[in-house]
């Protein structure tokens, strides 16, 4: 029996994935939809296929020997968005780790590619399957080769054997071409006969076999006109069949040998994965990766010891052992030192009990270095135990140094320091639902080889950051923001779960009425979630005109529904039926489900070391994205109450402060006039941008100004604004060049932090925060134009960042200074927010705006809002 080989049309795959799902980018900044939709397909056809041998097959360029037969092939083509173009070489990168060959050829198609190998292959008695979105594939379809074609979505396909494809399209593979041939493709510009459409061209074909047989037996076509667009088009109609025919017979520069798939190593795609943001399909990798033993670090843990002063020396290192992520709520199971004096490894009982251990934990002159210094504070104080004089944190010196690198844990550390010799928690756990407490023996022992390494660690951070200018970073920013962070989170959040309750019965409630009124709409009851029920009730029962087709059917997607909403009453119904649903599911039960049963608090954790960008993020639960443009979705806020009666919360907020910092980077006049005047930088950008007096900027005008303003923080295309606008992207780049004729320092500004990158390799914030773009320089385009987009805005997120971090450490000094009750409970990016007494809102009004304002001196002014009330809602 042969091998199976499995060819997969690049390009076709990763357009779909790109068009299929939303425009996403991961928190480095990199755009990732396409991605992210093809390697769903990979893993489905990974499973579903088992194949011995793989290639994904690319277009190498825009010209191909196909030109030289028809100068404007696929030349109706939209420029390829950078958003996808950029994604392109982080797909092959992923392929890499994968272990799956990839492979382009300069004047040929991925289809030619595909062509050659698949009849190769055929010819040794092989079995292929073809993958990709472009019904031309078809043409390959035989005893030996079947092809499967995306339809809805990414993930769905059609399959297409000989008898499939008679049944289907009551043609066989031969005939495909011929199909083509007739019809034409407008999608890569080939002409057909204009006027004849695919019923007409199977028509054809079935009474006559050929293109060659239609002209041959032409007396017989019946039908005057179309006789005659026959007749006149018979060129157009051959040389496009000539466009549609696969080339069987490139010479490639591969083998078949070249295309051997030997399974991919869990392990490099985890991090692959981990890299991408990818972890919904981490539980999808196959296996546990077996990686060689090497020789495991020598050390030798003293267990049982007493716990004298003796061994707890100035300078420690420190090790918490917790076998689960949520630190809040999992034991800690083992507590081991690392000093001059040895290694020492206790339970925390021992811990708990010691009076010589609890007064070094409290003195504050006694050095403790750490790894994760919130999550170690937060440990100990579950367990009455106060921790000072915590100076160094592994993972936080880590992550300034190699932001790009997803996993700090100690061991990787190690190995990314030239250390082999420590496993992960991973191979001395187990993961998932096999990860267990191992024997006292085995724990200790590897707590005993982190800690060791932790006190080793830290003197080749310190000296990294020393060279990276980044001490005061590290000491004076992220060091102390952990603390805070850390007595945030213990402190947590008071969730008013009887209105939180009310709020899921209420919702429920509309949607039964929504549900009713859309069923009085349509007349009969049905599945509003069910595209495949949705789409014959709009537009076949009710008539609405259909914007978008599907493989499968009608298109019920947002976009298409936003359009048809003026068309008829039940669109806006269904629209609201969705986002409710979501707001059901995600984030009321969601909520209901992280709530402490006898505090009735929510402990979300803040991840002080995951984006590239500097700024936080929150999980269990994710409190920085209630979606508030919903007002129902605001309303989930009313849930967030203070801890205390006679209290309130408080919220205050920076205004705009990505676009202040831009103004102080760029050093742009008009901008820094607009912003120390007060005036609405927007209605200021639409006056410029528009020409016209601000007086007559429309609330339109502002709309989309406001759009740019943003858009240019962040680096956006004419693509990625039009997308957002609902413009042509000739408008939208428009609007760019409108606005950098307007602000020609903040041009200047882009252009000096590209180059900057080209020759340092990194970018960074005002306080020194990098981020490195090793793609700067690529001689890839898609690879350099995505490095540079991330060069002109990260350092003004990063600072917009740094700031509200660096207000946090102010304000947290100022509150104890002043000796106010008021606690900082969450930071939701530009927003803190507090609970405080109702008697200190006066002042603590001014000295919130006091603090936040004056925390870093820029050449604009920093504008801080606030708001108070009974719940969170009300604060804002």
Do not use: C
Request: proline share 3%; no cysteine.
């Amino acid at each position: 029996m042969g091998n199976k080989l499995v060819l997969i049309d690049g390009n076709s795959i990763a357009y779909r994935a790109f068009f299929a799902l939303p425009l996403l980018n991961n928190d480095k900044g990199v755009y990732t939809n396409a991605v992210y939709g093809f390697t769903t397909m990979l893993l489905k056809i990974l499973e579903e296929e088992s194949p011995d041998h793989m290639l994904v097959a690319f277009d190498a360029g825009k010209t191909t020997f196909r030109h030289k037969t028809y100068g404007e092939y696929k030349g109706g083509r939209q420029k390829t968005p950078p958003e996808l173009s950029e994604q392109f070489p982080v797909l092959q990168d992923l392929l890499d780790g994968f272990g799956i060959k990839h492979y382009q050829l300069e004047q040929y198609e991925a289809d030619d590619i595909i062509g050659t190998l698949a009849t190769e292959a055929e010819k040794q008695g092989d079995e292929v399957t073809v993958i990709s979105g472009d019904k031309d594939l078809l043409q390959l379809v035989s005893d030996h080769t079947t092809v499967r074609l995306t339809k809805k979505g990414i993930t769905n396909v059609d399959t297409y054997t000989p008898t499939s494809l008679k049944e289907k399209m009551e043609i066989g593979p031969e005939q495909v071409i011929h199909l083509k041939a007739l019809m034409g493709d407008s999608s890569d510009n080939i002409p057909g006969v204009p006027g004849v459409g695919e019923k007409t061209a199977l028509k054809l074909l079935k009474q006559f076999g050929t293109l060659e047989g239609v002209y041959e037996d032409f007396d017989a076509v019946s039908g005057k006109k179309l006789k005659e667009k026959l007749e006149t088009n018979k060129e157009e109609a051959f040389m496009s069949k000539q466009l549609v025919t696969i080339e069987k017979e490139v010479p490639l520069e591969i083998t078949l040998q070249d295309t051997t798939y030997k399974g991919y190593e869990a392990a490099t795609v985890k991090e692959q994965f981990q890299n991408l943001g990818f972890e919904s399909l981490l539980s999808r990798i196959d296996g546990v990766v077996e990686s060689e033993a090497a020789e495991m670090i020598s050390v030798d843990v003293k267990q049982g010891a007493e716990l004298t002063k003796e061994i707890l020396t100035e300078e420690t290192a420190l090790i918490v052992e917790i076998l689960e992520d949520n630190y809040h709520t999992s034991p800690i199971e083992a507590v081991v030192l690392s000093n001059d004096k040895g290694v020492f490894a206790f339970s925390i009982d021992e811990v708990k009990e010691s009076d010589a251990f609890r007064a070094w934990a409290a003195d504050a002159d006694k050095e403790k270095w750490v790894f994760d210094a919130k999550r170690t504070v937060v440990a100990f104080k579950r367990y009455g135990i106060p921790l000072e004089g915590v100076t160094f944190d592994v993972l936080l010196a880590s992550y300034l140094v190699n932001p790009a690198v997803n996993n700090h844990d100690i061991p990787a550390i190690s190995h990314r320091l030239g250390e082999t010799g420590i496993p992960s928690d991973e191979e001395v756990y187990g993961k998932g639902a096999k990860r267990a407490r191992p024997e006292d023996s085995v724990l200790y022992e590897h707590a005993g080889r982190k800690a060791l390494m932790l006190y080793r660690l830290k003197s080749d951070l310190e000296e990294q950051l020393k060279n990276n200018k980044q001490e005061d970073l590290f000491h004076h920013l992220e060091m102390p923001l952990a603390i805070i962070l850390g007595e945030m989170e213990y402190t947590g959040v008071q969730v008013d779960v009887k209105r939180l309750k009310e709020m899921g019965e209420e919702l429920e409630g509309r949607l039964k009425e929504i549900r009713q009124r859309i069923y009085d709409h349509a007349g009969e009851e049905f599945n509003i979630n069910s595209p495949k029920q949705l789409g014959p009730i709009l537009f076949e029962k009710l008539g609405l005109p259909v914007l978008k087709k599907t493989k499968t059917g009608y298109s019920t997607s947002a976009d298409v529904l936003e359009q048809l909403a003026p068309e008829h009453e039940i669109i806006s119904e269904i629209l609201l039926f969705r986002q409710l649903g979501k707001l059901q599911s995600t984030y009321i039960e969601g909520l209901l489900k992280v709530v402490h049963e006898d505090t009735h608090k929510v402990h979300t954790r803040f991840n002080q070391a995951l984006t590239q960008t500097g700024r936080l993020s929150s999980t269990e639960p994710n409190l920085q994205n209630i979606p508030i443009r919903l007002e129902e979705g605001r309303k989930i806020r009313q849930a967030f109450i203070p801890s205390r009666e006679g209290w309130v919360m408080f919220a205050s907020d920076y205004s705009q402060i990505e676009l202040r910092v831009l103004a102080h980077m760029s050093g742009d006049e008009k901008l820094i006039q607009s912003f120390k005047e007060g005036e609405d930088v927007h209605t200021k950008t639409a006056s410029e941008v528009f020409n016209v007096s601000p007086e007559d900027v429309t609330a339109d005008m502002r709309r989309q100004a406001k759009a740019v303003n943003f858009g240019i923080v962040y680096g956006i295309s004419d693509y990625g604004l039009s997308q957002s606008l609902g413009v042509t992207r000739k408008a939208a780049q428009a609007y760019i060049d409108a606005y950098f004729k307007s602000y020609p320092k903040v041009k200047e500004y882009m252009d000096d932090t590209v180059r900057q990158a080209k020759e340092e390799g990194f970018v960074e914030t005002l306080m020194h925060r990098r981020r490195y773009l090793p793609d700067v320089n690529s001689r890839n385009f898609n690879r350099r134009n995505a490095a540079e987009r991330t060069a002109m805005n990260t350092p003004i997120q990063g600072t917009a960042a740094d700031v509200i971090k660096k207000a946090m450490i102010d304000l947290s000094a100022r509150l104890k200074e002043e000796e106010l009750e008021a606690t900082m409970i969450l930071q939701v990016h530009d927003e803190l927010i507090l609970e405080a007494p109702k008697e200190e809102v006066e002042q603590l009004t001014e000295v919130v705006k006091e603090v936040m304002e004056e925390t870093v001196d820029l050449v604009v002014p920093l504008q801080v809002d606030h708001s108070y009330g009974d719940t969170w809602f009300d604060a804002k």
